[in-house]
Nanobody, 124 residues
Framework: QVQLVESGGGLVQAGGSLRLSCAVS????????MGWFRQAPGKEREFVAA????????YSTNSMKGRFIISRDNAKSTMYLQMNSLKPEDTAVYYC?????????????????WGQGTQVTVSS
């Protein structure tokens, strides 16, 4: 069993930055791919970024590329999402997820484990 716990969310003004963390327990992090998703009120869950288990392959959406940076530290069993130049439309609950298949994917249905989410609110 794998447990994922997100932290680092909060309220920030537009143009500001936040760094989200996802702490993993229950299994070594080195063999799983991981990803970040978000869900805004009234909207479907949306892919944000994904990273391979070695950290050498990453994916992100075009709208977030250059603003959001995904990384991981397997020694600390933690994944990160550095979010810069935040916009009000980035407001959402952000979830981390783990895919035991080891291959990063944008498809939420392929992730085996999910965290409880952390709220990010960007004020204008």
């Amino acid at each position: 069993q794998v447990q994922l716990v997100e932290s680092g969310g909060g309220l920030v003004q537009a143009g500001g930055s936040l760094r989200l963390s996802c702490a993993v327990s229950g299994r070594t992090l080195t063999t799983v791919a991981m990803g970040w998703f978000r869900q805004a009120p009234g909207k479907e869950r949306e892919f944000v970024a994904a990273i391979s288990w070695l950290g050498d392959t990453t994916y992100s959406t075009n709208s977030m590329k250059g603003r959001f940076i995904i990384s991981r530290d397997n020694a600390k069993s933690t994944m990160y999402l550095q979010m810069n130049s935040l916009k009000p439309e980035d407001t959402a609950v952000y979830y981390c997820a783990a895919d035991s298949g080891g291959i990063p994917t944008i498809q939420a249905g392929l992730y085996d484990y999910w965290g409880q989410g952390t709220q990010v609110t960007v004020s204008s």
